[in-house]
């Protein structure tokens, strides 16, 4: 298998350009991913970049931005408001859909599925979404047992806690949701394999990659032809 | 949906364990009442703490406060099992 197409390119956010990566022919059928927030982030990323590179093999081009203060943005987190990172989606999808004359399909994981809403797409596909309470919960929890505040997030602001404490996966067009199966949610397919956002040392797993990129795959054909 | 089986809290607690630590499922299957976790399984440390007690509520049904999280209760596998049954069977 050939090497994916990667590069780098820059989209308006609320404080100042960020970066989006791009995997995959530009020419492609276009995917916009939603990261998950705060430490699972990071627990995520090898993951998400290979579910990206899959889809990038099987003839899509995937998106992935960075929000104001994550990432490489040169917004300080404290700056960094939910609003702005709601805004960043929204814009992040924009240059997306102008640099590809069509609208992405929206893939959004874990604390992503609160935002993925401000995105225009051709559908939306959400990973295990979850209440943003269940996110603020484990950060307050991250000191038990004598780790760092908040993961070591302690300089979000007080706004910005409150509203992801408050913020739930909204109601979206086109939905798709898919979940582990270890979890209970309800969903509209389940799969075997780690929670990786839990694990303190981030890993990765080709096959939970391989199935999100087939089920991915499949259902921007069917938002496509919907 | 909480578990009402003490052999089926332990095989939860087993299979989070595995998933949330990263460690081998047949490593786990080993572990005994007297295996230590917290502080001697390098795994184990306060990062992973707060994602083991989560996975644990949802998969076993159950509300852990914070006041009832401390370096004992997670020191062995025999302790984080007595806990969990304790929540789970009540």
Same mark, same amino acid.
């Given at each position: 298998?050939?090497?994916?197409?990667?590069?780098?390119?820059?989209?308006?956010?609320?404080?100042?350009?960020?970066?989006?990566?791009?995997?995959?022919? #530009?020419?492609?059928? #276009?995917?916009?991913?939603?990261?998950?927030?705060f430490e699972e982030m990071n627990r995520t990323r090898a993951l998400l970049v290979a579910t990206m590179r899959g889809l990038a093999a099987d003839g899509h081009c995937c998106w992935l931005p960075d929000l104001s203060g994550t990432g490489e943005?040169? =917004?300080?987190?404290?700056?960094?408001?939910?609003?702005?990172?709601?805004?960043?989606? =929204?814009?992040?999808?924009?240059?997306?859909?102008?640099?590809?004359?069509?609208?992405?399909?929206?893939?959004?994981?874990?604390?992503?599925?609160?935002?993925?809403?401000?995105? =225009?797409?051709?559908?939306?596909?959400?990973?295990?979404?979850v209440p943003g309470a269940s996110l603020a919960r484990d950060l307050d929890r991250a000191s038990l047992g004598g780790g760092a505040e908040w993961a070591g997030y302690h300089d979000a602001s007080a706004v910005l806690r409150q509203a992801l404490?408050?913020?739930?996966?909204?109601?979206?067009?086109?939905?798709?949701?898919?979940?582990?199966?270890? *979890?209970?949610?309800?969903? *509209?397919?389940?799969?075997?394999?780690?929670?990786?956002?839990?694990?303190?040392?981030?890993?990765?797993?080709?096959?939970?990659?391989?199935?999100?990129?087939?089920?991915?795959?499949?259902?921007?054909? =069917?938002?496509?032809?919907? | 949906?909480?578990? /009402?089986?003490?052999?089926?809290?332990?095989? /939860?607690?087993?299979?989070?364990?595995?998933?949330?630590?990263?460690?081998?499922?047949?490593?786990?299957?080993?572990?005994?009442?007297? /295996?230590?976790?917290?502080?001697?399984?390098?795994?184990?440390?306060?990062?992973?703490?707060?994602?083991?007690? /989560?996975?644990?509520?949802?998969?076993?049904?159950?509300?852990?406060?914070?006041?009832?999280?401390?370096?004992?209760?997670?020191?062995?596998?025999?302790?984080?099992?007595?806990?969990?049954?304790?929540?789970?069977?009540?």
């Amino acid at each position: 298998m050939s090497v994916p197409a990667q590069s780098y390119a820059q989209y308006q956010a609320a404080n100042g350009p960020e970066w989006l990566l791009r995997i995959g022919d #530009p020419e492609a059928a #276009p995917i916009l991913f939603v990261p998950p927030l705060f430490e699972e982030m990071n627990r995520t990323r090898a993951l998400l970049v290979a579910t990206m590179r899959g889809l990038a093999a099987d003839g899509h081009c995937c998106w992935l931005p960075d929000l104001s203060g994550t990432g490489e943005s040169l =917004t300080s987190l404290p700056e960094a408001k939910w609003d702005d990172w709601r805004h960043d989606v =929204t814009n992040a999808s924009k240059h997306v859909a102008v640099a590809h004359g069509q609208a992405p399909l929206i893939a959004a994981i874990r604390g992503g599925c609160l935002l993925d809403d401000a995105a =225009t797409g051709s559908g939306h596909w959400r990973f295990a979404p979850v209440p943003g309470a269940s996110l603020a919960r484990d950060l307050d929890r991250a000191s038990l047992g004598g780790g760092a505040e908040w993961a070591g997030y302690h300089d979000a602001s007080a706004v910005l806690r409150q509203a992801l404490a408050a913020a739930v996966p909204a109601g979206v067009e086109l939905l798709r949701t898919v979940r582990l199966s270890t *979890d209970a949610g309800a969903a *509209d397919a389940k799969l075997e394999g780690p929670a990786l956002w839990r694990r303190s040392e981030p890993g990765n797993s080709s096959e939970v990659a391989a199935a999100l990129a087939r089920d991915i795959a499949e259902w921007r054909q =069917t938002c496509a032809a919907s | 949906m909480a578990l /009402t089986d003490a052999g089926e809290v332990e095989a /939860t607690l087993r299979a989070v364990l595995a998933d949330v630590l990263g460690l081998d499922p047949a490593r786990v299957a080993r572990f005994d009442e007297s /295996t230590e976790l917290f502080g001697a399984l390098p795994e184990f440390d306060s990062l992973a703490v707060a994602g083991l007690l /989560t996975e644990l509520e949802e998969r076993l049904g159950i509300l852990i406060e914070d006041h009832e999280v401390d370096a004992e209760m997670m020191a062995s596998f025999g302790s984080l099992l007595t806990f969990a049954r304790a929540k789970t069977l009540r």
